[in-house]
C-alpha cells in the first residue's frame, strides 16, 4: 500500500487467497485505500509471485509518484492481513451472502 502524508491508506494492491483445498478462491483487492475493489480470479489462475509483484508496483506507481510530486516520501509497504482480509469479507458477504474466518 501506499500511505497519505499522515498516515492514512492511499492506495492498496494486494491478492488474497481463500484457502479452501480444492476450492480454494484468489482475490485481488486494488484501488483507493478506504474503498478498494475487489475481484475474484478465475478459477484456473496459476499462482506467479513474481508477475503478482510486478503488477502490485504498477498499481501504485502513480500514487507514489503522486506523494512525491508534493514534495513527501513514499514507498511501497505491506499493509496489514486483516485490513485487506476485511474488504475480501465484506465483498463476500455482500456478493453471496457468505461469513468466512
Known sequence: MVQEPGGAPLA?????????????????VRGPGRAPKVEELAAATTIDI??????????????????????????????????????VRAYLRESEGTEVE
Open 12 to 28: 492498496v494492491s494486494a491478492y488474497v487467497v481463500l484457502s479452501a483445498g480444492a476450492g480454494s478462491r484468489i482475490f485481488r
Open 50 to 87: 513474481r508477475r503478482f509483484q510486478n503488477e502490485l508496483q504498477a498499481d501504485l506507481q502513480g500514487d507514489l509518484d503522486s506523494v512525491r510530486a508534493k514534495g513527501h516520501p513514499a514507498h511501497v509497504e505491506p499493509s496489514s492481513p486483516e485490513w485487506v482480509c476485511g474488504f
